[in-house]
Structures are given as structure tokens and as C-alpha cells.
């Protein structure tokens, strides 16, 4: 324990909101004595406590690390904006919460970047640690800095902070790569000559190892790696995730977190391949575990936290295929015991009266559906594959079974919408009203229908990769004629922060420009971006203005298909030629049938030793 900082806590504490977020001490953390280890990480992730800690892959890779003999992994979140005051005030640097230990003692920070909003938030925990944010400030093999995470397959925008970054799943690289900063430790590597190293491993890449060139246009011209270098960094995966490691004595928070529940990942990847959904490609090939393994668990789970809910969770839950036989056990074991139980990501075309009825066992508040667009045309242009006629009978059979309250979720601004398919949302949601009255099993509660829009991003590895964004104003338009077709009392609506969707269209698609923004913005105070108690647009824009980089670059203008795309020294796993196929399948509103009604040649097959998806 570091005797400072124990010293100045007390006095600090009781001045902000929420302390218990930087206390640490919870149950099950894991503590280990300094002495006894080669090589301490700070696990950082950029947002609040009760985010991170309802993060699976920072539980998994927290566990995974901790089981190394010699390595000690603590935990490590952005403090709120209160606590970041008193820090600095105090002059009390970013610690770590298991031994309140500062970050900057540690040889390796590793970052969860999950959200472009948070990139702010990075340079906050490096500031706040007194370490240089700049990873070429960063001289010596001390507080190497490197990042996994959603946000890494465009990894350019964070290009100029992070000494490398860890692509895919990090169950087994993670411990490789520690293993490899252990032996350049040891061998007296300079910090150069160990990015060289750990640029072996198979997931890992290395900035500052690729040179990008540009077009006088601003577009890019190539990207050339240095010699030894590889041309493309194809992510990791797990190839049988029942014999991976899962936190079944997870560490219980010390107060309430997003998700204050048990969390049981049923399988990886997802069989349907929306256009717009990143992580329905990037997730790829899908992986299930067996229902024994997961009960196993559950079970183990539960009885360890004492949690009173556990989440059935994937890209899409009910494409499970072992999900009866792991409900049936479930449900029997949690309605014993007064445990909920929760299966989101539902789809329309595949909820069962089976499944609603073991549901109302344990559980019966809301559903949630995602229909994304109000017609059919624009469903099939997104390859939802999911018909109004599926919408409206699963709603019949929740409504029958007791249901009064649907959450809705659509998209604005997908390519090819036209105000046609907007009015379609209002109409789709007064046939699911008409529904309710015609099936409602009990009326006298009413129904609520949530319907709710977000703003398309068009992510990099989509189908969508090359698309345009459509302004600010004219989601807010659609958004206002959307609400005009919305006239019933029963039903309640809420749309997305625009600006803030515009900026992370920009910080999703950017390349290696966008660091200097990233850090003015910083510089003018931007911080906790994705909470909209800090969210500050202008900020951003005189930022962009300060760097001379023109926001509609990344935006309105759109992607060519020959265009070189900052992120194409990355592989996912998913061909760009199938990308292509799929573009063009959407303008003619084309579906591609999911994994399980045969492969569409997406290419994901090959990083599986057999190459068989298990769909």
C-alpha cells in the first residue's frame, strides 16, 4: 500500500460522488505480495467503475492473468469527474485499486477500449498516472502501454498513445504477451527492440512498425511495413471456448454496477450478419458452448456471488442452439431459489411460447426486440432477415402470455432509407398497438411500447464500411417526422444524441490524423465523452478545427470501394470481397441467409483448426 495515497484517501472520499468506486477491497480480488512477482499490470479501463466492472472480457482477462505465478493484475478505472478534481488538487496520482499502488509503478498498462467515446478518457488515466501520453514519449521498457478491445480493429485513431495493440480474443495472447514483456525484462530488451518481439505474436500490432502515405486529397495511399513487419495482423481467437477459462468466482462489487448481475456468455459470434452490426462480423466464426458447461457454470456462479440474476448473453441469444436444453435446466434451478433470469437479444423470428413460458418462471417484466428498419424492403436491404409477420405474432404471443411492455429498437440513416421507411417505424408500432388489444391477455395495466431510435455509424468491417453518415440535422428531421407517425399515449419515444454519433463516426473510421484531434480535444478539457454530463460537442469541433481536419472527411463524404481504409492492415477474419458482395446485395435489397442455412464464404472458417463454423 502506498502510504501517500492511504493517507490523502480519507480526506478525499467523502468529497465526491460515489466513493466506493476507488476504494478496491471487494470480495474476491486478488491480492498478491510485490515481493513474490516479476512483473505487475495495470488493467485500465476508460470509463467508471460501474461500467468496467460489468465488463466480461475485464473479468476474463483479469482472472486469466492472475492465475501467472509471478505477475500481479490490478484493476484500474477513470475516475469521475469530482474525484479527477480532488486528484489533481491533492496532487494524488491515478492508483490501482487492489494495493492503491500508482499506475505509474507498473511495467505494463493495459487498456479495454470498447467505445470510441472513451478515448478521451485514455489520456486522462495516462495524465493522471504522470505518464507520458504519447506512446514516443515513452522511451524506456517501463509502463509499456497496449490495448484490446472493439475499438482496436480500427486501431489508427489511438495510433499516436498506444504501443500496441492485442486484435481478437485475449485469452491466450494476453498471456503470451505478458510472458514475452517478462523475458525482455529480463534480457535487458530496449523498449524498441521488445516491440520487434512482441510483433511475433500472432494478433499483435505495432504502430509505429507501418508507414501510412497520403493522397494530396487527404485519402490514404498505402501503408508499407517497415522490413520484418507483416503485411496484415490476422486477430486471435479461441477454438473451443468449453475449455477456456470463465470467472465462476467473479469479484463481487462494492456498489451497484450497470450490470449487477451474473453474466453466462453462451457462445460467440453470430449466425445472422446484419450489414450494419460490427460485431456480427468481427466476432466471427461462431463458437457455442455445450449446455453442460454452461450450467456448470451458472451453478458454480450464483452460489459463489450471490447474485439474484443471471443474463443468458451473446450477439444473439436466442440463435443458441442448445438454448432449450440449457433454459430447461435453468429456469428449474433459478425458480428454486428466487433468481432471475434474462435472455436479451431476442430476435422476433424465433421466440416461442416454449421459451416465453419458462421466461415467466423466473421472470416477466419487459421484452426487448430489434427490428431495426419499419419496412420490409429496408429490413432485407440489412439483411435483418426478420419479416413484420414475425414481429407481429411474436408479439402476439407475448402480449397472450401476459407481457404489457415491448421495447423496440430501429436505426435512422441506413443506407438507402427514405422517409417512406421512417413513417414505416409508426406504422409497424401502431400494428403492434392494434396487436396488443386484439391478444392482450390482461388489459387493465395497458401496455407500454418503448421505441427507441439510434443513429447509423457505419463501422469499419461492415458491409457498410464504405458508406456515407447522413448530418446531424437530417437524423433530426427524420427523427421529428418519425414522432409525428407516434401519436398514442401508450407509446414513448427516445432518439440518440446526433452530435454525439457524428463524432464517433469519426473516431471509428479515422486514421492517424485523428490523434492530434483526440489530444486538443483532450487539451480543451473533453473528458468522460460518452456521459452526457460531460459530453461537450463544441469542444471537439474547435478541436477538429485546431488540427485542420474536416469531420465530413470521415462522415457525409463516404468510402470509396477502391479506396486504401486506414484499418486494412487488420484481418477479422471476414474476406473484404465478401464485405463488397454484401454491399452490393443491399442496394438491391438482397438477404443472405444466416450461417445455419448454409455458409455465405464469409472466410471466417479459417482461423477454426478444422474450419467448420458451428453454427
Same mark, same amino acid.
Not at 109 to 130: H, K, Q, R
Not at 419 to 447: C, M, P
Not at 556 to 583: A, H, N, Q, Y
Given at each position: 500500500m502506498n502510504e501517500r495515497i492511504e493517507a490523502l484517501l480519507p480526506r478525499i472520499l467523502p468529497r465526491v460522488q460515489k466513493p466506493a468506486r476507488y476504494v478496491g477491497g471487494e470480495y474476491n480480488q486478488t491480492v498478491k505480495d510485490p515481493a513474490t512477482v516479476d512483473t505487475r499490470v495495470a488493467f485500465c479501463f476508460p470509463d467508471t467503475y460501474e461500467i468496467g466492472m460489468s465488463n466480461l472480457g475485464l473479468r476474463i482477462l483479469y482472472g486469466i492473468v492472475n492465475r501467472m505465478d509471478g505477475v500481479w493484475c490490478e484493476r484500474v478505472f =477513470?475516475?469521475?469527474?469530482?474525484?479527477?478534481? +480532488?486528484?489533481?488538487?491533492? &496532487? @494524488?496520482? @491515478?492508483?490501482?485499486?487492489?494495493?492503491?499502488?500508482?499506475?505509474?509503478?507498473?511495467d505494463m498498462?493495459?487498456?479495454?477500449?470498447?467505445?470510441?467515446?472513451?478515448?478521451? *478518457? %485514455?489520456?486522462?488515466?495516462?495524465?493522471?498516472? $504522470?505518464?507520458?501520453i504519447r506512446a514516443a514519449d515513452r522511451k524506456c521498457l517501463h509502463n509499456i502501454v497496449f490495448a484490446g478491445g472493439a475499438c482496436t480493429y480500427n486501431p489508427e485513431p489511438l495510433a499516436d498513445f498506444i504501443d500496441f495493440f492485442s486484435l481478437g480474443e485475449g485469452e491466450e495472447s494476453t498471456v503470451e504477451i505478458v510472458n514475452c514483456y517478462r523475458q525482455a525484462k529480463r534480457r535487458g530488451l530496449s523498449k524498441e527492440d521488445f516491440l520487434w518481439e512482441v510483433g511475433k505474436i500472432p494478433g499483435v500490432y505495432v504502430p509505429s512498425h507501418y508507414i501510412h502515405r497520403c493522397n494530396a486529397d487527404g485519402t490514404l495511399a498505402a501503408i508499407e511495413p517497415l522490413p520484418g513487419a507483416p503485411k496484415q495482423v490476422t486477430k486471435r481467437i479461441v477454438q473451443d471456448l468449453d475449455k477456456a477459462w470463465y470467472p465462476t468466482e467473479p469479484i463481487v462489487p462494492m456498489t451497484e454496477i450497470v450490470h449487477d448481475r451474473m453474466n453466462l456468455e453462451v457462445m460467440r459470434g453470430c449466425i445472422r450478419g446484419c450489414r450494419f452490426c460490427q460485431a456480427g462480423y468481427t466476432y466471427r466464426p461462431v463458437r457455442p458452448r455445450?449446455?453442460?458447461?454452461?450450467? +456448470?457454470? #451458472?451453478?458454480?456462479?450464483l452460489e459463489f456471488s450471490g447474485d439474484s440474476e443471471i443474463t443468458l448473453s451473446s450477439l444473439s441469444?436466442?440463435?443458441?442452439?442448445?438454448?432449450?436444453?440449457?433454459?430447461?435446466? @435453468?429456469?428449474?434451478?433459478?425458480?428454486?431459489?428466487?433468481? *432471475?433470469m434474462s435472455v436479451p437479444s431476442l430476435r422476433a423470428d424465433n421466440f416461442s411460447r416454449e421459451l416465453m413460458l419458462k421466461l415467466q418462471k423466473v421472470r416477466k417484466s419487459g421484452l426487448t426486440f430489434a427490428p431495426e428498419a419499419g419496412t420490409q424492403r429496408l429490413r432485407d436491404a440489412i439483411n435483418k432477415n426478420v419479416t413484420e409477420e414475425d414481429i407481429l405474432k411474436t408479439c402476439e404471443i407475448a402480449f397472450a402470455g401476459g407481457w404489457n411492455n415491448v421495447k423496440l429498437y430501429f436505426m435512422l440513416g441506413l443506407p438507402t432509407e427514405t422517409?417512406?421507411?421512417?413513417?414505416?417505424? !409508426?406504422?409497424?408500432?401502431?400494428? %403492434?398497438? *392494434?396487436?396488443?388489444?386484439?391478444? #392482450?391477455?390482461?388489459?387493465?395495466? $395497458?401496455?407500454? %411500447?418503448?421505441v427507441a431510435t439510434a443513429f447509423f455509424v457505419p463501422k469499419p468491417f461492415t458491409g457498410f464500411?464504405?458508406?456515407?453518415?447522413?448530418?446531424? +440535422?437530417?437524423?433530426?428531421?427524420?427523427?421529428?417526422?418519425?414522432?409525428?407517425?407516434?401519436?398514442?399515449?401508450s407509446v414513448e419515444y427516445n432518439y440518440h444524441e446526433a452530435k454525439l454519433s457524428e463524432l464517433e463516426a469519426v473516431l471509428a473510421r479515422g486514421d492517424r490524423r485523428l490523434g492530434a484531434v483526440i489530444e486538443a480535444a483532450w487539451r480543451r478539457g473533453a473528458k468522460l465523452d460518452g456521459w452526457m454530463e460531460y459530453f461537450d460537442y463544441e469542444k471537439w469541433i474547435a478541436a477538429l478545427d485546431d488540427c485542420g481536419v474536416d469531420?465530413?472527411?470521415?462522415?457525409?463524404?463516404?468510402? !470509396?470501394?477502391? +479506396?486504401?481504409?486506414?484499418?486494412?492492415?487488420?484481418?477479422? &477474419?471476414?474476406?473484404?470481397?465478401?464485405?463488397?458482395?454484401?454491399? =452490393?446485395?443491399?442496394?438491391?435489397?438482397?438477404?443472405?441467409?444466416?450461417?445455419?442455412?448454409g455458409c455465405a464464404g464469409c472466410g471466417a472458417n479459417r482461423l477454426l483448426e478444422g474450419g467448420v463454423c458451428d453454427g
Open positions: =477513470t475516475p469521475w469527474g469530482d474525484m479527477e478534481n +480532488e486528484m489533481r488538487a491533492a &496532487g @494524488l496520482p @491515478l492508483f490501482a485499486l487492489e494495493s492503491h499502488d500508482p499506475v505509474a509503478d507498473f498498462i493495459a487498456f479495454s477500449v470498447g467505445y470510441e467515446m472513451s478515448y478521451t *478518457n %485514455i489520456l486522462t488515466m495516462l495524465d493522471l498516472a $504522470g505518464i507520458p455445450r449446455p453442460e458447461t454452461l450450467y +456448470e457454470q #451458472a451453478v458454480h456462479a441469444t436466442s440463435d443458441y442452439k442448445y438454448l432449450e436444453a440449457l433454459t430447461d435446466r @435453468l429456469t428449474d434451478y433459478c425458480a428454486a431459489r428466487n433468481i *432471475n422517409d417512406e421507411d421512417v413513417i414505416g417505424i !409508426g406504422d409497424l408500432v401502431y400494428k %403492434i398497438y *392494434n396487436t396488443w388489444k386484439a391478444h #392482450a391477455s390482461n388489459k387493465k395495466r $395497458g401496455v407500454r %411500447i418503448h464500411q464504405w458508406e456515407r453518415q447522413i448530418t446531424p +440535422e437530417e437524423y433530426l428531421r427524420r427523427c421529428r417526422l418519425l414522432k409525428e407517425h407516434l401519436n398514442n399515449k469531420r465530413t472527411f470521415y462522415t457525409t463524404r463516404g468510402f !470509396g470501394p477502391d +479506396e486504401v481504409l486506414p484499418w486494412e492492415t487488420i484481418d477479422p &477474419g471476414v474476406r473484404k470481397d465478401f464485405l463488397l458482395r454484401e454491399r =452490393t446485395r443491399a442496394y438491391r435489397s438482397e438477404i443472405t441467409p444466416d450461417c445455419r442455412h
